[in-house]
């Protein structure tokens, strides 16, 4: 544990000091890219403006004789394009891995200015936060960055999983976490090979009435792991999101795994396959009478302190923080969504 005085001071000298407050982004989806692949690598411009972030995937999916070519095709993709709003991310090798020192060395040396989050794989306990924040701030020092790198942790493993309050609050460059239900069904020894979802020998039985037949009802397999991540991660003011789900076939169950998510309270998904974006961008956007009301929150409230009556509720600084956070999502989806912009009255 970092003491409350040391939290925020900078770990290298020379290196940037760490945020103290975290940008409202829209981060609905985290599209996967392998950067290894030249046609994909070629289409970044494009996938930009269609996406909330775009990830660079140098991890699982990624055969060890591609891992040097998916880098350096990051590398290649990243300072070809320009990417706005839109942010730039990384999935970095495990910690334990051969490549994982190279992944940040060669990436935030060459494009660590455009570079806004890392992905760290099957985070165990702070101490794997610890050592990558170390890493950054020496590296920023080195290469005389001006902004933080923030780290996103996927929780992969049972002694994340354990740990996850720790992890959540380990660091001020911290961002999020990620369920990664397939490593983590290994880690548990669960009899499912399937990533994300229900399982059909998971559920419940209807309680027994005479000879009438029982209803059997599928459960999620991930409600306690999702529910265990929103609270650390809500406690310690950092996003959780839902991490892959494996069948692209089944767009219905993809949409419904991710409505689950989101009301438990996760901002946003992984997307693998271009069929989950438009799922995610449904799923994760502000609501649209939410988004008139916060509206009229902080209109009648231009300075946020105060309070007002609006049909009955009383509005104060409280309320106003919460609206403020929904109209700057809703106004970042609009420059870039005519028909949500239109709706929302922006």
Not at 59 to 67: G, Y
Not at 97 to 116: F, N, T
Not at 231 to 254: E, L, R, T
Request: net charge negative.
């Amino acid at each position: 544990m970092i003491v409350p005085s040391a939290f925020y001071r900078p770990l290298a000298l020379g290196a940037p000091a760490p945020l103290r407050e975290r940008p409202v982004k829209v981060e609905r989806m985290i599209h996967f890219v392998p950067p290894h692949v030249e046609k994909i690598r070629a289409r970044a411009g494009k996938l930009a403006s269609e996406v909330d972030v775009v990830l660079g995937n140098l991890e699982d999916a990624v055969p060890a004789d591609a891992k040097e070519a998916a880098r350096a095709g990051f590398i290649e993709m990243a300072k070809a394009n320009e990417f706005g709003q839109t942010g730039l991310w990384i999935r970095m090798n495990a910690l334990d891995s051969p490549w994982a020192l190279d992944d940040v060395i060669e990436i935030v040396g060459a494009v660590g200015d455009k570079l806004d989050v890392i992905m760290l794989p099957k985070v165990e306990g702070s101490w794997d936060v610890h050592y990558l924040d170390r890493l950054l701030a020496q590296l920023e020092a080195r290469h005389a960055l001006t902004r933080p790198i923030q780290i996103h942790a996927i929780l992969e493993t049972a002694q994340g999983v354990m740990n996850v309050e720790e992890i959540a609050r380990s660091s001020p460059r911290m961002h999020g976490m990620s369920l990664g239900p397939a490593d983590l069904a290994a880690s548990r020894r669960m009899k499912t090979t399937r990533v994300g979802g229900g399982h059909p020998g998971y559920g419940v039985l209807t309680d027994k009435q005479g000879d009438e037949a029982r209803a059997f009802y599928q459960q999620d397999l991930w409600h306690y792991t999702i529910a265990k991540m929103v609270d650390a991660c809500a406690a310690n003011d950092i996003k959780p999101f839902y991490g892959p789900f494996g069948d692209f076939s089944d767009s219905d169950a993809c949409e419904a795994q991710f409505r689950n998510s989101f009301l438990l309270g996760c901002v946003g998904a992984w997307t693998l396959h271009p069929s989950q974006v438009e799922i995610a961008k449904r799923v994760f956007s502000p609501d649209v009478e939410e988004v008139k009301f916060a509206k009229r929150i902080v209109d009648a409230m231009p300075d946020g302190t105060g309070a007002v009556m609006l049909d009955g509720k009383m509005q104060d600084d409280a309320t106003w923080k919460q609206a403020k956070v929904i109209v700057d999502l809703a106004k970042q989806i609009a420059e870039r969504e005519p028909e949500l912009a239109a709706a929302y009255g922006l």
